[in-house]
């Protein structure tokens, strides 16, 4: 009696121990289900910290800490472009939406003319270079355009002014592989329209 109960423990242990040994090992070295999507790719060095930020995000209708519309109606859809400004865009580092401090005075260059010119209303594309995931890509470069927006609301521009739209990977500025490509990849562009 006793040897069948240490076959049924062995073999319940066994079957725990297979069970749990089913999870997929990342490229990052955690454990996930097999019902589990891989995020390891995903995810660089810090960037981007919430992996679930995707599947909860609808581009469409995005607020910022006032409410004010941040995405919607599309001011390239409604309005015509101005023509003859060419405002120069915004390269942020790798794996990263933080406005750098060189980086600053063409924002806010960008943020002057639109105080000063009250009809005109801005769309920010966010750009990456190639690596990464097109999903990650996508949701970095809407992240890099949101930060430039915030920085030019706290300027004093109306939030309603901006609207932001990211491109991911999809419209690179030089075509290539290799840190100088990658760097003037890595960019929000400005597009102004009238109102």
Same mark, same amino acid.
């Given at each position: 009696?006793?040897?069948?109960? *240490? *076959?049924?423990?062995?073999?319940?242990?066994?079957?725990?121990?297979?069970?749990?040994?089913?999870?997929?090992?990342?490229?990052?070295?955690?454990?996930?289900?097999?019902?589990?999507?891989?995020?390891?790719?995903?995810?660089?060095?810090g960037a981007l910290t919430d992996p679930t930020?995707?599947?909860?995000?609808?581009?469409?209708?995005? %607020?910022?800490?006032t409410g004010g519309l941040v995405s919607g109606a599309?001011?390239?859809? %409604?309005?015509?472009? *101005?023509?003859?400004?060419?405002?120069?865009?915004?390269?942020?580092?790798?794996?990263?939406?933080?406005?750098?401090?060189?980086?600053?005075?063409?924002?806010?260059? *960008?943020?002057q003319h639109?105080?000063?010119?009250?009809?005109?209303?801005?769309v920010i594309e966010g750009h990456c270079d190639e690596r990464g995931s097109n999903e990650y890509n996508l949701s970095l470069g809407e992240n890099r355009a949101l930060a430039v927006r915030s920085y030019m609301v706290n300027l004093g521009v109306s939030a309603e002014r901006i609207q932001t739209r990211s491109y991911g990977e999809e419209k690179p500025a030089v075509a290539g592989s290799g840190e100088e490509a990658w760097r003037l990849n890595r960019r929000g562009e400005f597009a102004l329209f009238q109102r």
């Amino acid at each position: 009696m006793q040897s069948r109960y *240490v *076959v049924i423990v062995n073999v319940a242990l066994m079957g725990a121990l297979l069970f749990m040994d089913t999870g997929c090992r990342t490229k990052a070295g955690g454990w996930r289900w097999p019902w589990q999507k891989d995020r390891s790719t995903e995810l660089g060095s810090g960037a981007l910290t919430d992996p679930t930020m995707l599947e909860n995000f609808d581009v469409a209708n995005v %607020t910022d800490e006032t409410g004010g519309l941040v995405s919607g109606a599309r001011f390239e859809d %409604t309005l015509q472009a *101005v023509q003859g400004i060419n405002l120069a865009p915004v390269y942020f580092a790798f794996d990263s939406y933080a406005l750098p401090p060189s980086e600053v005075a063409k924002v806010e260059q *960008v943020a002057q003319h639109l105080l000063q010119n009250m009809s005109h209303v801005l769309v920010i594309e966010g750009h990456c270079d190639e690596r990464g995931s097109n999903e990650y890509n996508l949701s970095l470069g809407e992240n890099r355009a949101l930060a430039v927006r915030s920085y030019m609301v706290n300027l004093g521009v109306s939030a309603e002014r901006i609207q932001t739209r990211s491109y991911g990977e999809e419209k690179p500025a030089v075509a290539g592989s290799g840190e100088e490509a990658w760097r003037l990849n890595r960019r929000g562009e400005f597009a102004l329209f009238q109102r």
